[in-house]
DNA sequence: TTCTAACAGATTGTTAACAATTTGTGGTAT
DNA sequence: ATACCACAAATTGTTAACAATCTGTTAGAA
């Protein structure tokens, strides 16, 4: 691995992101952090660095480093992005997919729909994003798996924020893609990841937003 | 302005990848880079970080941060990628161009003109990237101007790398691409960005490289 | 000559101490 | 009661020293 210290951390803080355990605009105190993970501040402080640059911490100078607030705007531009970005990844995946790739994409399905018939909401959050991010492995293309990684999580913070209670992607659209993929339609599958991508999108409300005072410790110690 | 000293080091070494000084394969060492910028080596790390998240610098454990080096099948899913992004980027440039935007374009290309018929290589490169930068300000979607600026700098190192002599975007398809957005005329305009996207793609050609040695203070220091 | 091993120098990795800034608290005056 | 100021505590920012690792050189043996 790279450097597991600060790759740790930063693995660490991304998937709370995603799972929405934490939320935009928490402080992400370089102490508590150092603390969490026994390390000193300095890799706190690269890792901290590096989320910056993937947008979802923003930091203030003096005043530490916080989980970004995407504003309004911003939650558009996301959201135009990923359309942009799934779309060339729905067709790669539509072109690529081979009967493992559907059978992968069926049993992840079948967990998703466990998960939210059991009422387990964190867990059906972070299928949900899987779905995405498993379209993207099977498009091949670790680029545009990347940027669609980083904007999926910037949606958590979007949903968070502005997601109108129970928020989440509709598991049968995910089923009427992947039956598009599986007949190797790829207008279909296009078509219906686009209109998924809408209803997302159309579940969010924007409003004003609190100032968050989560507690750091016990969020992270909630993660995998 | 947000870590003034960190930013200057990432904005220098971007700035020297996009204009092509700076070569995928060299050595970023961290005495070299503090002398030059006159800070201590912590504010370096966090820079190299922050460039390491950019994918445009990648770090060795034990060995230092070197400038990325792509390989051909990460060179393939850039362009892809870029095809994507600036698909949607192009499609908002035709929809939100004011009169003033088509101007800046337009102004844009005489430049570009200008340096491409003087000789002056680095400045025709920097124009050349600029210009689709232009594109994606103009479409006024932050999160895609943000990762297209990114992708520009990698197709950088690519054309570092790979590009045959002359690589370069050919000015005259700027041109007919900002007369579409002139005329309105979508359709056009998408169809001539991505065909310029793919000429750009076809004038590169995988070959071995070489292990790059070059002085990193000569080569920032020749920065704007 | 060629290969190996040991050493010295250079570079990266880690840590702790100190400085600067902000935040919260308590007291005082209006 | 409220506004304001001063002080203390907590937090971020900066720096230097030290440890660990790697690189290149030199010497010696096959």
Redesign the interface.
Known sequence: M??PQ?DIIVEHILDAIADQRLRAGTKLAEQALSDFFSCNR?HV???L??L????VVE?K?NRGAFVATPTP??AR??F??R???E??IGRNAVRNATPADIDRLRTHLAEEQTARQGGNRPRAIRLSRGFHLLLAQIGR????A??LDE?TMRTSLIIGLYGSGGTLCADDEHARIVDAIAEGNETEALELLDRHLRHIEQGIEFRETRPQTDILSSILAAGG
């Open positions: 790279d450097r600060e300095a402080r690269r890792a660095a590096t910056a640059a993937h947008r930091h100078p705007e911003e531009d996301v135009q992005a359309r942009a970005i779309t060339t293309n670790a680029v545009l990347h940027y904007l």
